[in-house]
Each structure stands twice: as structure tokens, then as C-alpha cells.
């Protein structure tokens, strides 16, 4: 599962939340179904989130992220 390590923008449009990351494997950008859908699972400073396509990233902790980054993310956990 690849590891969210910088999130560089987070949009909602038409029902869908829009990502563009860098992950453990690279830049990275998907797309999850924006909601009560499930698509994003919070347990403490771990996150899971689950793309269109039911492929899973993580966020390992979110404390490691930016004050910038964790604004981008607050209205999504």
C-alpha cells in the first residue's frame, strides 16, 4: 500500500474528491467517491483512503505532515 508523504492539493468537484500526492513510490494523483462513502478512514493519526478504483493509500501519521498540508485535508477527515 503506498504511503501518502506530502499532499500537494485535495479538490472536491461533481461527487468526486481529486488528489495530487507524492507518495513512497512517487507523484501520484487519483480520485475517491467524496462523502459519507467510506473512502476515507481516520484512526487516531493514521489514515487509510480508499480511490476509485478500491486501490488503498496511507497516511502513516498525519502529525508528520505540514500545518499547511493538514488544512488542504481538514474538511476530508
Same mark, same amino acid.
Given at each position: 500500500m503506498p504511503e501518502i508523504l506530502k499532499v500537494y492539493s485535495v479538490?472536491?468537484?461533481? &461527487?468526486?474528491?481529486y488528489w495530487s500526492v507524492l507518495t513512497n513510490k512517487?507523484?501520484?494523483k487519483f480520485?475517491?467517491?467524496? &462523502?459519507?462513502?467510506g473512502s476515507v478512514i481516520r484512526n487516531g493519526d493514521r489514515v487509510i483512503i480508499k480511490d476509485s478504483a478500491q486501490k488503498h493509500k496511507k497516511i502513516k501519521d498525519l502529525t508528520k505532515l505540514s500545518t499547511r498540508e493538514m488544512k488542504k485535508l481538514d474538511l476530508y477527515l
Open positions: 479538490k472536491e468537484a461533481y &461527487g468526486h474528491t512517487g507523484k501520484h480520485t475517491s467517491p467524496s &462523502g459519507s462513502s
